[in-house]
């Protein structure tokens, strides 16, 4: 039973470009989560989504990022024209149910980095 | 505006010896806090939480210990283990009743062979 599965590991995007970054949840599991940590800060958590649908995005920056997870597929957050300060890791985290808690599962990260 | 705080950033002991991470939290309407362990390169592991109906949870060598009063937790390793050895986030759940967790800055907590 293959965990949360992230990819890329490590991005390297120029300023200006976009970074898709993937995330497939643990089998059985239809709620994904995407936290992202700053240089010496903890996880920051970003949107909440569930199958064709988002919950919550309300630490989502207002420009440039966007989420998704279609009916098909795994979740994708999208940052168009990256900016040095979008250098991070960012993890997703899936879960069976709605209350997350001690069932939440995350995955080993995506390094963004911007040149 | 950090609602949950830990304010040592690293932790060194040596093996055998109690670890003792510490948590802060600033708002009251959290009632469930979780503790986990990340490895360099990894993602976070659940490792133990805490209802705030309790005040004590043990798990083997892990007990978490909340004040509610004090809006306070910690995090007990006895015996610590150089295997132990990782970055500790304290988080604690929202009010949306999801897995929307506001974490800690962690603490690395480094145990001496």
Redesign the interface.
């Given at each position: 039973n293959a965990g949360?599965m992230q990819n890329p590991r490590h991005l390297v995007r120029r300023r200006g470009q976009e970074a898709r970054l993937r995330c497939s949840p643990m089998k059985g599991h239809s709620?994904v989560?995407w936290?992202r940590q700053l240089p010496?800060?903890?996880?920051?958590?970003m949107v909440?989504l569930q199958k064709e649908n988002i919950?919550?995005e309300s630490?989502m920056p207002k420009e440039r990022f966007s989420a998704e997870f279609p009916k098909e597929g795994p979740s994708i957050l999208r940052i168009q024209q990256v900016v040095r300060g979008d250098s991070a890791a960012y993890?997703c985290?899936s879960?069976p149910s709605?209350?997350?808690?001690?069932k939440?599962?995350?995955?080993?990260?995506t390094q963004l980095s911007v040149l | 505006d950090q609602q949950v705080k830990q304010n040592s950033p690293s932790l060194s002991v040596q093996e055998g010896r109690i670890s003792i991470l510490n948590c802060d939290y600033t708002n009251s309407m959290f009632d469930y806090f979780l503790w986990y362990k990340k490895y360099p390169a990894e993602g976070p592991t659940f490792l133990i939480s805490i209802s705030s109906i309790k005040d004590k949870n043990e798990d083997g060598r892990f007990t978490v210990f909340l004040n509610k009063s004090a809006k306070h937790l910690s995090l007990h390793i006895v015996p610590s283990q150089p295997g132990d050895s990782a970055v500790y986030f304290c988080a604690a759940l929202g009010t949306s009743n999801t897995g929307k967790l506001i974490f800690g800055q962690g603490t690395t907590l480094q145990v001496k062979p």
């Open positions: 949360v709620h989560y936290y010496e800060e903890g996880l920051k958590f909440y919950i919550d630490g993890f985290a879960s709605r209350q997350g808690g001690e939440l599962f995350f995955g080993s990260g | -």
